[in-house]
């Protein structure tokens, strides 16, 4: 799953005013955010294997570090709880508690049997990769959720918040569209690098629009 996970994110603003869209969108992407760190230094393992499920060209046997249900608690319970810290933002820190927890579910829908509860437990997974079709509404449909609700919680404060958000969400669904019918890539590692730098980019992009949009007052 890839705009599923922002989906989360940009979700979470309506009910969390208070907390930056970029921690929002780093919260359900945490698990995404680490797993290419941890194939460079040799943590977890992955390969390319086209024609593992219909929709996705990876095995990914190996990532309990990351992607475990376990460790995506301990994880959540950590930095929600760093997050309370910093910003004396207890709903915020809740809803980034959730995203971060959102994740292993998202991936249990999607994945064939390889999501595991702890380290060197059970693996579970339903599948929906199997279906291209099923993917794609599944995924497009909880994007467009996502955006009409933070839309709906937020207004641009000028052009910046504006434009550069509709160029973000347009540029977020290009990269779903062309990654699933380009090519596969040749390793992991070009893998690994690539979403490290684009999930840096994107993040700070969202940190750029978002500082330049404000909430929508409440209606009593």
Same mark, same amino acid.
């Given at each position: 799953?890839?705009?599923?996970?922002?989906?989360?994110?940009? #979700?979470?603003?309506?009910?969390?005013?208070?907390?930056?869209?970029?921690?929002?969108?780093?919260?359900?992407?945490?698990?995404?955010?680490?797993?290419?760190?941890?194939?460079?230094?040799?943590?977890?393992? #992955?390969?390319?294997?086209?024609?593992?499920?219909?929709?996705?060209?990876?095995?990914?046997?190996?990532?309990?570090?990351?992607?475990?249900?376990?460790?995506?608690?301990?994880?959540?319970?950590?930095?929600?709880?760093? /997050?309370?810290?910093?910003?004396?933002?207890?709903?915020?820190?809740?809803?980034?508690?959730?995203?971060?927890?959102?994740?292993?579910?998202?991936?249990?829908?999607?994945?064939?049997?390889?999501?595991?509860?702890?380290?060197?437990?059970?693996?579970?997974?339903?599948?929906?990769?199997?279906?291209?079709?099923?993917?794609?509404?599944?995924?497009?449909?909880?994007?467009?959720?996502?955006?009409?609700?933070?839309?709906?919680?937020?207004?641009?404060?000028?052009?910046?918040?504006?434009?550069? /958000?509709?160029? /973000?969400?347009?540029?977020?669904?290009?990269? /779903?569209?062309?990654?699933?019918?380009?090519?596969?890539?040749?390793?992991?590692?070009?893998? #690994?690098?690539?979403?490290?730098?684009?999930?840096?980019?994107?993040?700070?992009?969202? #940190?750029?629009?978002?500082?330049?949009?404000?909430?929508?007052?409440?209606?009593?």
């Amino acid at each position: 799953m890839f705009i599923g996970h922002f989906a989360v994110g940009f #979700a979470a603003k309506k009910f969390a005013p208070r907390a930056p869209l970029w921690a929002l969108l780093a919260a359900p992407l945490w698990a995404d955010i680490l797993w290419p760190v941890f194939l460079l230094l040799g943590w977890e393992h #992955a390969r390319v294997a086209v024609g593992d499920t219909r929709y996705t060209p990876f095995d990914l046997y190996d990532f309990p570090w990351s992607h475990s249900l376990l460790m995506l608690v301990v994880w959540a319970t950590l930095l929600s709880g760093a /997050y309370r810290w910093w910003k004396k933002d207890s709903v915020g820190a809740a809803a980034i508690w959730i995203g971060i927890l959102s994740h292993w579910l998202l991936d249990w829908i999607t994945h064939r049997p390889d999501m595991p509860l702890y380290p060197g437990g059970p693996k579970f997974g339903l599948g929906l990769w199997n279906s291209i079709p099923g993917t794609m509404t599944v995924e497009i449909s909880m994007f467009a959720a996502g955006l009409w609700m933070y839309s709906h919680a937020t207004k641009p404060r000028d052009r910046v918040g504006r434009y550069a /958000y509709w160029a /973000y969400a347009a540029l977020l669904l290009a990269i /779903y569209i062309a990654d699933r019918f380009g090519p596969p890539p040749e390793t992991m590692r070009e893998v #690994a690098w690539t979403g490290i730098i684009a999930t840096a980019v994107l993040l700070l992009w969202a #940190a750029w629009f978002d500082a330049h949009r404000e909430a929508t007052p409440s209606i009593p």
